[in-house]
């Protein structure tokens, strides 16, 4: 909470991955411009293939060795990550960044209870002979788990999905970290469970105040829980803005779909609006606007040349159509 | 619902058991995933079996399908009981019943192309003459909104959706009288989900076949079916028209259900399997039910008749109905 308020915890500039596969590579995130700001929730929004988990990986250095990460900037409170050897990488990992997975299940040693994972956590944080079946105990419980000694001597192959999520949140919140990465956490559970979780992510981040990235392809979900919304396609960010008024009145025609798409499934629709066509061939991308094939509003000049990201801070958009607005 | 509301396939009673409990406390028991579900899919309609992981719902439609044996009951299509069949005597009725399951990637062969995997079930049924298979094959990918250029094309090459659309073509190219979709749009982006939802919607009305339709997710079950099944820990709880199902809920947990829809962070930390586990005896949704009594937990209550075509399994719902008829049951739109 130190410093002033629009001090970013997380700053990434330029940010570029490539995949070298057999025979030619591809560029799936390219040019990616994000800040997080301490206390702060940023929605990356996108489809899938659209590179937001590639970015989530890329800025913790998580991705396989065909994997090329370029940037201008990559800096974490002031530690400039470009510079920092994999050992120093992975203290900051395990310390004071956190990242939680789809699959919550697959986020854990399956050989170890789950009483293992918290006390690693704990004794990372308060040194190897703290004292961890207290505050175990008190993690899970403020992640709604009733009775916390029953829990810890289950095995990861035991729990649901649910309750796997939960206590990975409960590690998190054991651990404090100051920057979250959380990938599509919720996707695999079903509405209720959803609810849940959605709204232990929003405790969570109450209480803990670190810079929180949410990847989601679910627009609704990114309303509920985040300050800003940053929507990628096809590797680049094209509309990041403040959520209300990026919701109240999204300029990116992809944004427009994705949220008229998801509202009417919410709303009693007739029939449900659908944003048509698929995500560009990153090995052989359009030219011009990569979103240009799909567009509704397409003129000649979106097939010409790139746009760059139009309007003032706090809200971007990357579309012809806004440009001079 | 018009007065011809044929049943396709009637499950009367059916049950399916696992050996073995699902948390291992040590002893061996049989754990019913599907305890005796009695259920008409209708001609011509979307059923859809909304429930949490683990109330049974996959496992009530593989069991349709005869992919799992029941342990009791009947399945009776066209008044033949596939429960009792051999695995060679259900084969004439394998086309019928077509399913499309949650991952479409692994669904699939991976070193078959796409028109391979849409030949085979025409071969195999000899649905048509050899050489007519190409032109079957193509008004297929056409129907399901896939250019030509599909054909050749392998698994990994195509997106979520686009396999899903191949695996909706490839179980109706046998123009089946039911498909069975299990989950069969969860795995895709909302944007995706969209195009999927709106192709079934299209093929449905215009073939007529029948869906049952297998989902965690309300707003989509409400979007497709007609009728709506909530199951919970195996049994089914209630059962109506969509309308009825979202406009009147009767049964404490489909109540509980649509809330998670209205105020947005319902329900606090009781609804985890795990963390409430089902009563053994009696209603399975006691242990978690706000309106549970004594009497909830000593016998399980049978699916009552609660006005047309919607049926409620709860001791309490006449007086709960009573209770509460005025406020909040109007809940849909925003």
Redesign the interface.
Known sequence: MSGPASQSVMEVRDLRTRFHLHGGSIEVVRGLDLTIARGEMLGLIGESGSGKTVTGLSMLRLLPINARVSSAVLRFDGIDLRDLDDRKFQELRGRRIAMIFQNPVGAFNPAKRVEWHLREIIRRRGGADAAWREPASAALQAVGIPRPERVLRLYPHQLSGGMAQRILIAMVLALEPDLIIADEPTTNLDNIVERQILGLFRRLQSRLKAAFLFITHDMTVAAELCDRIAVMYAGEIVEIGPTRELFAAPRHPYTQGLIATATSLRGRAARLREIAGELPNLAAPPSGCLFSPRCAHVMDRCRASEPAMFGSAPHQTRCFLVEGR | MSAATQHLVRLENLSVAFPGGR??DGETRHFRAVDDVTLDVRVGEVLGIV????SGKTTLAKALLRLYRPSDGRILFNDVNLAGLSERGLRPYRRHLQMVFQDPLSSFNPRQTVFEALSLPLRLHRICLPEDIPREVEKMLARVGLSPAFRDRFPHEL????LQRVAIGRALTLSPSLLVADEAVSKL???????I??LL?DVQSTSAFSILFIT?????A??LCHRIGVMYFGRLVELGSTDEIFGAPRHPYTK??LG??DE??????D?????APPSAVGCRYASRCPHAIPSCAEAQPPLDTAGDGHAVACYRWRELASASESPNLHH???
């Open positions: 948390h291992g429930g949490e992981s683990g997106s979520g959706g686009q982006d909302v944007s995706v989900r969209a195009q939802l709106n919607k965690h997710d309300l707003y989509v409400r979007y509980a259900l998670t829809l947005h962070m319902a329900g606090a930390a609804a985890d399997p795990v963390a849909t739109k925003a």
